[in-house]
């Protein structure tokens, strides 16, 4: 058994469940402690008893408020990158901070294991202290999330032709962000090579690092204000179909929802 659920994907807070009969690891905890409760009950998972670990992709607030006081109360550890750890110190949002017997650090390319999970981490290039995805094996099959993607590195490139299932970002449509209300400065940090990556770049990726085993596609961390799911989708769909990759039951792409969960999916 190896299922994946996201709680959440976007600026209103990221937070995304995989888990075994044995357990699962939290990638990111952006939403509030309530919600994630609600969740895990509603989906009849065991409250937090299950929670093995908490990796942490970076240290932008959507992606840690809830870090510190969930590892704090079930005595979770906390896996991140030594600018990451640094960084969520200093970080106003997250009030409760990580206590020094519960930071894990990870390095790019180093793998270790999380009981019968073996993880590698990535870098991925972001304006924060540090940002890295997560390649997630399992009995054989590949989970990977890359959030927050500034550009597409050879690394990421490497991370998707290895991938069974794949969380990418697909968070700005070019015209919608050159046309909406954002400052100039904002536009241009955005689309620089450590801001977000477009339907347009997501898509491109995705056709070129494409291999028969990858079997499903989530785009994540939609922008509300420059960007619509029906957009994103249509935008990497059509990239893939004309690329001759078929979509569908062959290769389901999906969209995260950005303030409702998921259904749980099988990774198999």
Not at 5 to 15: A, D, E, P, T, V
Not at 39 to 51: A, M, Q, T
Not at 165 to 170: D, G, M
Request: with cysteine; aromatic share 10%.
């Amino acid at each position: 058994m190896f299922k994946f659920i996201s709680f959440g994907s976007g600026s209103s807070g990221n937070c995304y469940y995989l888990y075994t009969e044995n357990g699962g690891i939290l990638i990111d905890l952006g939403i509030g402690t309530r919600k994630l409760k609600n969740h895990f009950v509603d989906y009849g998972l065991n409250y937090f008893s299950g929670i093995k670990a908490i990796l942490v992709t970076h240290d932008h607030a959507d992606h840690i408020k809830s870090v510190g006081s969930i590892s704090k109360k079930f005595e979770i550890p906390v896996y991140a990158t030594l600018p990451v750890h640094s960084g969520l110190d200093s970080n106003i949002c997250m009030r409760s901070k990580i206590t020094h017997d519960r930071r894990m650090y990870v390095q790019p390319g180093v793998s270790f294991k999380i009981d019968d999970f073996n993880i590698t981490p990535f870098a991925v290039p972001h304006n924060s202290t540090d940002n890295a995805g997560y390649m997630i094996e399992h009995n054989g099959v590949v989970f990977s999330l890359l959030t927050d993607v500034g550009h597409i590195t050879d690394e990421i490139a490497s991370v998707i032709r290895r991938t069974n299932y794949l969380v990418i970002e697909a968070n700005y449509d070019p015209q919608m962000l050159e046309v909406g209300p954002y400052p100039y400065y904002l536009k241009e940090r955005i689309r620089s090579g450590s801001g977000h990556l477009s339907n347009l770049f997501c898509a491109e990726a995705l056709v070129a690092n494409h291999t028969d085993n990858l079997r499903h596609i989530w785009l994540c961390h939609l922008s509300e204000e420059n960007n619509k799911p029906e957009i994103a989708l249509q935008c990497v769909v059509d990239a893939l179909e004309n690329a001759g990759i078929k979509t569908g039951s062959s290769l389901p792409v999906e969209v995260l929802r950005r303030k409702l969960p998921t259904g749980i999916f099988d990774l198999v």
